[in-house]
Nanobody, 116 residues
């Protein structure tokens, strides 16, 4: 069973930065994609950023240029560096992994709150 453990969330002022980390229990290179989703109160979960096995990245329009996704294969870790944070970025952020057979795995989520 794949386990994903997120960390790095917290309270930050507008314009600030946070880095989220997601450590997988297995070799992340074995997944088709890994990524970050978020869910704000009263809203549906949405894709924030994703990186494929080949290293191809995609981003939601709302975070392009602000939230680069990266990975360290040797550490089985995926990162989301969040910069220029806005109040509308407030949400629970979930790490996701998709296997080659389209199985989806989720972390427990980490709260990010952007507020002055």
């Amino acid at each position: 069973q794949v386990q994903l453990v997120e960390s790095g969330g917290g309270l930050v002022q507008p314009g600030g930065s946070l880095r989220l980390s997601c450590v997988a229990s297995g070799n992340i290179f074995s997944f088709a994609t890994m990524g970050w989703y978020r869910q704000a109160p009263g809203k549906q979960r949405e894709l924030v950023a994703r990186i494929s096995r080949e290293g191809i990245t995609i981003y939601a329009d709302s975070v392009k240029g602000r939230f680069p996704i990266s990975r360290d294969i040797g550490k089985n870790t995926v990162y989301l560096q969040m910069t220029s944070l806005k109040p509308e970025d407030t949400a629970v952020y979930y790490c996701n992994a998709a296997s080659m057979t389209a199985n989806m795995y989720w972390g427990q989520g980490t709260q990010v709150t952007v507020s002055s």
